[in-house]
Nanobody, 126 residues
Framework: QVQVVESGGGLVQAGGSLRLSCAASGRTVSSYAMGWFRQAPGKEREFVAAISRSASTVYYADSVKGRFTISRDNAKNTMYLQMNSLNPEDTAVYYC???????????????????WGQGTQVTVSS
């Protein structure tokens, strides 16, 4: 099992950038694929991006493709989400999540993930 904690959220103007971090701990962190989700006020939690155990595969939601970059540093047990060209529609609580990955694709649905952080707020002003 793993534990994950997000950080790096804040308030930025439209067009600005933020980098979120997710610190993971546990006995077998490298055995887990990881991902980012977000939840805006009045909306359900939605998929943002996912990354495989070795970082050889990444997957993005269409809404963030070309603007966000997911990465991980297994030596530091940390995952990142670099967010560029932010717009007000990106305002949400962002969650780090993880699941045990057997090597067959990447999950993009909430119920497929086993471990969750408590979230970090990202607010983009117009």
């Amino acid at each position: 099992q793993v534990q994950v904690v997000e950080s790096g959220g804040g308030l930025v103007q439209a067009g600005g950038s933020l980098r979120l971090s997710c610190a993971a701990s546990g006995r077998t962190v490298s055995s887990y694929a990881m991902g980012w989700f977000r939840q805006a006020p009045g909306k359900e939690r939605e998929f943002v991006a996912a990354i495989s155990r070795s970082a050889s595969t990444v997957y993005y939601a269409d809404s963030v493709k070309g603007r966000f970059t997911i990465s991980r540093d297994n030596a530091k047990n940390t995952m990142y989400l670099q967010m560029n060209s932010l717009n007000p529609e990106d305002t949400a609580v962002y969650y780090c999540a993880a699941y045990y990955n057997l090597g067959y694709g990447l999950a993009s649905r909430v119920f497929e993930y086993d471990y969750w952080g408590q979230g970090t707020q990202v607010t983009v002003s117009s």
